[in-house]
Every structure is written in structure tokens, then in C-alpha cells.
């Protein structure tokens, strides 16, 4: 088996080539970002060529495969928890898939429906959690069961939310816990972190790595390719900080111990550069660039007007920095250069995402905002959806998907 990986993670083309299309939280690697596509330079909640209501509610992200789009919801009321596949052409529902799911505490602004699906050629992998267990499974695209495996209690204060990712022949989960104990320790246990990879066709599990992550981390990995050497999988939380780990056995690779609050937003890989962020509801957020080349190091830190939950998105050496309270920032990768800060109003859980040259951001109360992606400040538009969000939107070549919490909605493309 480990033999087997080593070949598999020599093969860089392989791996970007599985990281290519709209398959898992975020996009292509967790990017947040299409190239390929242009949206209208004004469009309006008419202008959606279909929406759709979903069962029950949740903040968890749509995700594609061809013409197929995946997305998680949940009943409260019933305790149950729903995926369901749509037509991304049309909005139809083509089959929903229910499972008992006991409800437990969890913080106001998560769901029990918060985890993005992922996706590939062969199969759905989906999380969810009760009090007591989490559980990933594999289901064809026609929704029947390939695989399950329980991954134990998520300890927390704020309940489950994290995704899965495929890479490869690999189906990587984290489970990164309130593991500290203290006073703060939610019923006072004391979680245990791990991230492991399943065989995504089986569902055997290949590797396991305990980690110490203090606060429950809601990081999504993404993959980082070195100009020498095999691919590694890059993640964030409270006391590791950033990390790698091989992807042929878990193994940590580096780790520097940057973050001194919660990591909720996910790693974006910019170049020569790792980004994450750190934060708390109570402020004091920074977002930290990381040199993972030759010896890891910080690069820069940006400590004004920083995101806690929202992860950032860039267009090529131009990053933006999307705050919770909608203060957006736009940097350059390499030293963090400071090009422009505006206030662009809202409050915000979901991550921005970007479409060709426009950078969207859906706040808490379903409006979209969208600026330009240049390093001048250019406001293009805001457009209510009439109904609240926590989602991150999807994009392809055919426009964007959103998701309020309690529907999903197509603005096509304006070449469509």
C-alpha cells in the first residue's frame, strides 16, 4: 500500500488534474476560484435562471459533477439529515437521501447540515454528526450505498462542519477536536483530534495522524505541490498551526505553530505562499502567509480588519481578504503589500469566491456583494436573495450557485 501511494503522489499531473473542477468545499483545491467564466455586469434576483427548495435547512456548499450538483441538508424538526442531487441545468431534484440524524448542541450560527459534499467520477462522499458519533459515507451518483465508516464523537463547543476532500485514490477527512479539556471544555471532555485518508473505493482506512488542535478546527485541506518532491496536504488549527502531512502515510512533514486562536477558515495556497487565518468571535484575527519552500517559515502577518471565518480568495498575485464584518482588503501574495481597504457592509460566515474577474461574497443576510478583482477598488454590485445564508457559493463555466438556508439558486453565466 505504501508503495503504491508513493508512486501515485510522484505523479504531479494526476494530482492537479484531480483538482481541476468544482468537486469539494471551495473548488478546485480549496481555491474558491474559476477562470473560465463570466458573469453578468448587472443581474438582478430575476435574472436566475431557476431556484429551488431544499428539504429542511443548512449551510453546507453545492458541489458538481458534469451536470449533477450535490448539496447537504437538514431537518431539525424530524432529525433528519438529507443529500441531495439536482439538476444543474435545470434545478430539478432528482432523488434525496434521508438519514436519521439525533440532534445536539450547536453553536447559533452553524447547522446540522454545515459539511460540503465531495465529489468524483465514481462516487458522493458526505459527513454528518449526532451527539455521539460522525459518520462519512460513500454513495454512488444515483444515491445507493458503497461504504460507511464511523469516525467517533466531535467534541465541540459549536457542533461539526467540516469536508471531506478526494485526492487521488484518497478520501482525506479531518476531525480536528477540542482536545485541550479546561474549564471551557464543552461538558467537560476532552476530544480526540485525528485526520486520517480512506480508500475512497472501499472506505478502508489507510492512515490515521493524531493531532493537537486545542479548539475544534474547521479547516478544509488543501494540496501543496513543491517544485521537488511528492505532493503534501496542508492544514491549520489552534496549537499545530500550519501544517503538512504526507499524503503516502500522514506523517507530519512541518508544522509551525502560528495561530493562537481558532481556526475556522481553510489553507489557500498563492504561488509561493500559504495562507490562513486565525480568530475568535471576540476579534483579535490575523491572517498569516507562510514560506512552506526549503525551511517553512512565516512570511508576513495582516493583522487590521483580518477574517475569522471566511477563508480568502486571489487572482493571481492579488489576494482578498474578506473580514466578518465586511471589510474587504486586497493584498499582494508575496509581502502582504497593502493595495486597498473599503467597507463594503454585511456581516459574513460564507467565503468569497471568485468568477473570472469578479469577486463575490455572500453575507449572513443573503446579499451578494461583488468588487472587481483588480488591485484598484471597483464596487461592481450588491443583490439581495431575500433569504439568509452560511454558504459558500459554487461556481463553473455555466455561472454560480447559491445556496440560502433553505434553497439553491443558478445565476447562468453571461455567455449562457
Avoid at 144 to 151: F, G, I, N, R
Avoid at 158 to 187: C, E, I, R, W
Amino acid at each position: 500500500m505504501l508503495i503504491v501511494h508513493l508512486a501515485l503522489w510522484g505523479s504531479t499531473p494526476f494530482v492537479v488534474a484531480q483538482q481541476s473542477a468544482w468537486t469539494r468545499f471551495r473548488g478546485p483545491n480549496g481555491t474558491g476560484a474559476i477562470e473560465d467564466v463570466q458573469l453578468p455586469a448587472e443581474w438582478s434576483l430575476a435574472d436566475m435562471k431557476w431556484r429551488t427548495p431544499l428539504p429542511g435547512l443548512g449551510h453546507s456548499s453545492p458541489v458538481l459533477w458534469g451536470d449533477q450538483l450535490f448539496v447537504q441538508s437538514a431537518d431539525a424538526d424530524h432529525q433528519l439529515h438529507h443529500l441531495v442531487r439536482l439538476s444543474a441545468r435545470t434545478g430539478e431534484v432528482e432523488w434525496t437521501k434521508s438519514t436519521s440524524a439525533r440532534q445536539y448542541h450547536i453553536h447559533l450560527r452553524n447547522s446540522f447540515a454545515s459539511a460540503t459534499p465531495a465529489v468524483d467520477g465514481d462516487h458522493v462522499y458526505y459527513i454528518w454528526s449526532t451527539a455521539d458519533e460522525t459518520t462519512v459515507a460513500a454513495v454512488t451518483h444515483d444515491g445507493q450505498d458503497v461504504w460507511s465508516a464511523k469516525l467517533g464523537e466531535f467534541v465541540s463547543q459549536h457542533g461539526y462542519g467540516s469536508s471531506p476532500v478526494v485526492v487521488g485514490d484518497m478520501l482525506l477527512v479531518t476531525s480536528q477536536q477540542h482536545d485541550k479539556g479546561g474549564n471551557d471544555a464543552p461538558d467537560g471532555k476532552r476530544g480526540a483530534s485525528f485526520l486520517a485518508a480512506f480508500n475512497r473505493l472501499t472506505g478502508q482506512e489507510i492512515w490515521r495522524t493524531e493531532r493537537h488542535s486545542g479548539s475544534a478546527s474547521y479547516a478544509v485541506p488543501c494540496i501543496y505541490q513543491p517544485e521537488n518532491g511528492p505532493a503534501q496536504m496542508i492544514c491549520c488549527n489552534t496549537d499545530d498551526g500550519m501544517y503538512s502531512l504526507s499524503l503516502a502515510n500522514g506523517q507530519e512533514l512541518w508544522s509551525l505553530p502560528v495561530f493562537k486562536m481558532r481556526t475556522v477558515s481553510s489553507p489557500l495556497i498563492v504561488g509561493s505562499r500559504i495562507i490562513g487565518s486565525t480568530g475568535s468571535g471576540g476579534g483579535g484575527n490575523y491572517v498569516v502567509a507562510v514560506d512552506p519552500t526549503a525551511t517553512p517559515a512565516e512570511a508576513y502577518r495582516v493583522t487590521s480588519s483580518a477574517p475569522y471565518v471566511p477563508t480568502s480568495v486571489a487572482c493571481g498575485d492579488l489576494v482578498f481578504l474578506w473580514s466578518d464584518k465586511g471589510i474587504v482588503t486586497c493584498i499582494r501574495a508575496d509581502d502582504g503589500h497593502v493595495f486597498w481597504r473599503e467597507r463594503v457592509g454585511g456581516e459574513y460566515s460564507s467565503s468569497p469566491v471568485r468568477a473570472g474577474d469578479q469577486v463575490l461574497a455572500l453575507s449572513d443576510e443573503g446579499e451578494v456583494v461583488v468588487v472587481a478583482a483588480t488591485e484598484d477598488y471597483h464596487l461592481i454590485g450588491k443583490v439581495s436573495l431575500g433569504s439568509r445564508s452560511r454558504a459558500t457559493p459554487a461556481v463553473d463555466q455555466h455561472g454560480v450557485y447559491f445556496r440560502t438556508e433553505s434553497e439553491l439558486m443558478h445565476l447562468p453565466a453571461k455567455s449562457n
